[in-house]
T-cell receptor, first 113, second 117 residues
Framework: AQKITQTQPGMFVQEKEAVTLDCTYD???????LFWYKQPSSGEMIFLIY??????QNATEGRYSLNFQKARKSANLVISASQLGDSAMYFC??????????FGAGTTVTVRA | GAGVSQSPSNKVTEKGKDVELRCDPI?????LYWYRQRLGQGLEFLIY????????KSGLPSDRFSAERTGESVSTLTIQRTQQEDSAVYLC???????????????FGNGTRLTVT
C-alpha cells in the first residue's frame, strides 16, 4: 500500500515569489509515478506535473518544477513567480503497481497581492 | 476534444434513497476511476476499471456502493440506502493505457456533489 504525506495544510505566499510544497511518500513498489494536481475553488482537478521513479532529471513544466529526492522519498513541488491564479489546493499523488492513484491530504496555497 | 463528463453535477437526496451517478470518460481511455472527496479533504479511491479486466473494488466503503462499466465507455456508481456520511463530491477520472502505465495522468470530470438530507 502507498502512503502520501503532505504536512502543510495551508501556506501563504507573496505574488511573484516562489513557494515549495512538501510531499513525502512510502511505497515498496520498485517503479512508480508521482503526480501533482491543482484544485481551484471551482473544484476541478488539474494535472500539473509528473515524475517517474527512474527519471534521472527533475521534471519541469513552465513555472512548476518537481524536486525529486528518491532516497528521501520526497517529491516537493516548486511554483516559481507565484500568481494570484495559483491560489488553490494542491495534491501530491502516487501510482504504483496497483494502478491506483493515491492522494495526499492536500495543501492550500493563498497568493497575496 | 471532450473531457470527462459527469452527471448530474448536483444531487440532493433523502436518507435511505438510492442514487446513481454517471461518468462518460474521454473517448479511447481504457482506464476509469471513481474517487470520493469529502469537504476540505483529499481524494479517497473507490474503484478502478481497466478494459475488460475485473475491476479493483478495494476502495468501496460498504456493500451499499457498487459500480459498473460498459466496455470502455460509460460507468455508473450506485449508492443504495444513502446515509448522511455519503455526502461528498464524487469524482470520476479516466486515463489512457500507455506503454508505461505509471506516467498516464488521470483526467478528472467536474464531479457530482451529493447531499444526503
Amino acid at each position: 500500500a502507498q502512503k502520501i504525506t503532505q504536512t502543510q495544510p495551508g501556506m501563504f505566499v507573496q505574488e511573484k515569489e516562489a513557494v515549495t510544497l512538501d510531499c513525502t511518500y512510502d511505497t515498496s513498489d520498485p517503479s512508480y509515478g508521482l503526480f501533482w494536481y491543482k484544485q481551484p475553488s471551482s473544484g476541478e482537478m488539474i494535472f500539473l506535473i509528473y515524475q517517474g521513479s527512474y527519471d534521472q532529471q527533475n521534471a519541469t513544466e513552465g513555472r512548476y518544477s518537481l524536486n525529486f529526492q528518491k532516497a528521501r522519498k520526497s517529491a516537493n513541488l516548486v511554483i516559481s513567480a507565484s500568481q494570484l491564479g495559483d491560489s488553490a489546493m494542491y495534491f501530491c499523488a502516487m501510482r504504483g503497481y496497483d494502478y491506483k492513484l493515491s492522494f495526499g491530504a492536500g495543501t492550500t496555497v493563498t497568493v497575496r497581492a | 476534444g471532450a473531457g470527462v463528463s459527469q452527471s448530474p453535477s448536483n444531487k440532493v437526496t433523502e436518507k435511505g434513497k438510492d442514487v446513481e451517478l454517471r461518468c462518460d470518460p474521454i473517448s479511447g481511455h481504457t482506464a476509469l476511476y471513481w474517487y470520493r472527496q469529502r469537504l476540505g479533504q483529499g481524494l479517497e479511491f473507490l474503484i478502478y476499471f481497466q478494459g475488460n479486466s475485473a475491476p479493483d473494488k478495494s476502495g468501496l466503503p460498504s456493500d451499499r456502493f457498487s459500480a459498473e462499466r460498459t466496455g470502455e465507455s460509460v460507468s455508473t456508481l450506485t449508492i443504495q440506502r444513502t446515509q448522511q456520511e455519503d455526502s461528498a463530491v464524487y469524482l470520476c477520472a479516466s486515463s489512457s493505457r500507455a506503454l508505461d502505465i505509471y506516467n498516464s495522468p488521470l483526467h478528472f470530470g467536474n464531479g457530482t456533489r451529493l447531499t444526503v438530507t
